[in-house]
């Protein structure tokens, strides 16, 4: 089956701007996490929805924010974009959230902020 | 491909020798633990886990050890293979921490050389 999938692959925005990511699950996944990666921090866990609702949720200010529709897939948006944001930006996706299970990474996308 | 990491450390192994991946993890608490492999331009791929309550792990060519009381995490590979050429990443879940929150290492790269 398809894996998951995240457009856009590379994006380049300057400070101020917002920003909108897309992931679609891996059909039938219900849960969808969302990760930043950059050389000086690592992966940071940022939040976490399940069934359209925010369960999780990282260190990261409220500039940061998601959503998940009933299909299961998920935006973020970052608002007010600084040149901190740039970065790449990983969704998860897992079939359930109230188990530990396998968690399955898209691509990213690779956010630069002029 | 992207970066993942500039300032990662590397470790260097010939061609069919075995590969000692180390990670120290943060939380006492954390009871699962999962070992990750990113390659170059793609998301990271889940590789093998372990719970707490058990001290190794075997897959295919790969073996976790886990030693809680110094919360020390290893992932053995046999006969390393250039395909295993990648960043590796170690990655706790806490216990109270939602299951599919991961907090990850910082990574290491593993460069296998012909």
């Known amino acids: 089956k398809a894996g998951v999938t995240q457009t856009p692959r590379y994006l380049i925005k300057t400070r101020g701007q917002q920003v909108t990511l897309s992931c679609s699950p891996i059909?039938?996944?219900?849960?969808v996490s969302w990760y930043q990666q950059t050389p000086g921090q690592g992966l940071q866990f940022l939040f976490e929805?399940?069934?359209?609702?925010?369960?999780n949720k990282g260190n990261f200010p409220g500039r940061f924010s998601g959503r998940q529709f009933s299909n299961s897939r998920s935006e973020m948006n970052v608002s007010t974009l600084e040149l901190g944001d740039s970065a790449l930006y990983l969704c998860?996706?897992?079939?359930?959230?109230?188990?530990?299970?396998?968690?399955?990474f898209g691509p990213g996308t690779r956010l630069t902020v002029l | 491909g992207e970066s993942v990491g500039l300032h990662l450390p590397t470790l260097s192994v010939q061609e069919g020798d075995n590969s000692i991946i180390n990670c120290a993890y943060s939380?006492?608490?954390?009871?699962?633990f999962i070992w990750y492999k990113q390659e170059s331009g793609k998301g990271p791929q889940f590789i093998i886990d372990?719970?707490?309550?058990?001290d190794k792990r075997q897959g295919q060519r790969v073996t976790v050890l886990l030693n809680k009381t110094v919360k020390h995490l290893s992932l053995q590979i046999a006969a390393t293979q250039p395909g295993d050429s990648a960043v590796y990443f170690c990655?706790?879940?806490?216990?109270?921490?939602?299951?599919?929150?991961?907090?990850f290492g910082a990574g290491t790269r593993l460069a296998v050389h012909p």
């Open positions: 998860a996706s897992a079939l359930t959230s109230g188990r530990i299970g396998e968690q399955f």
């Open positions: 372990i719970r707490s309550n058990m």
């Open positions: 929805y399940f069934s359209e609702t925010q369960r």
């Open positions: 059909s039938g996944h219900r849960s």
């Open positions: 939380n006492s608490a954390s009871d699962y």
């Open positions: 990655a706790e879940i806490p216990f109270s921490g939602g299951y599919n929150k991961l907090i």
